[in-house]
């Protein structure tokens, strides 16, 4: 699948780091490091801008090493970017950790899927088909 993308970044574009890889590092673009607080999140740029083709979107989600190592990691997960977004790529970036993060220039932040996606088209009923769980919520399978 081809999409259009601008790189008005300082970095090379995102990519696959293995040929089984679902998602594709994205890297701050920022003049001076951002120190993020514990417990405090900031928006990230990118410099990235895409075109998405109809029926799919671009998910923006944690990387997991930042999450274990650093506990650092994507607010929003997955964050969305609609097909006609036209925007800068931004990341919102949260610090769960007890001491300061620093985010650097050129620093891997994130990791962007491509998915496919469709749009449902309600059909309002009085009453839904029955199934074996029911309205069970939370918990309800049990721990086994």
């Known amino acids: 699948m081809k999409i259009q993308i601008i790189n008005k970044s300082k970095h ?32 990230v740029p990118t410099g990235l801008y895409v075109a998405i083709p109809a029926g799919y979107e671009a ?3 944690p990387r997991s090493g930042l999450a274990i190592k650093k506990g650092v990691t994507v607010l929003n997960s997955p964050g969305t970017i ?20 620093v985010i650097e220039d050129g620093e891997r932040i994130a990791q962007m899927v491509i998915a496919r996606h469709e ?26």
Not at 82 to 101: K, P
Not at 119 to 144: I, K, N, P, S, Y
């Open 82 to 101: 609609d097909a006609d977004y036209r925007g800068e790529i931004c990341v919102i970036m949260v610090n769960l950790s007890a001491e300061d993060f």
């Open 119 to 144: 749009q449902a088209e309600w059909q309002e009923v009085e009453v839904l088909d029955d199934t074996e769980r029911g309205a069970g919520g939370f918990g309800h399978t049990g721990t086994v």
């Open 59 to 61: 998910q923006v989600r």
């Open 12 to 43: 090379p574009l995102p990519r696959y780091a293995t040929n089984l890889s679902a998602g594709m590092d994205l890297r701050a673009n920022i003049d001076n490091p951002i120190v993020l607080k514990p417990l405090a999140r900031c928006l």
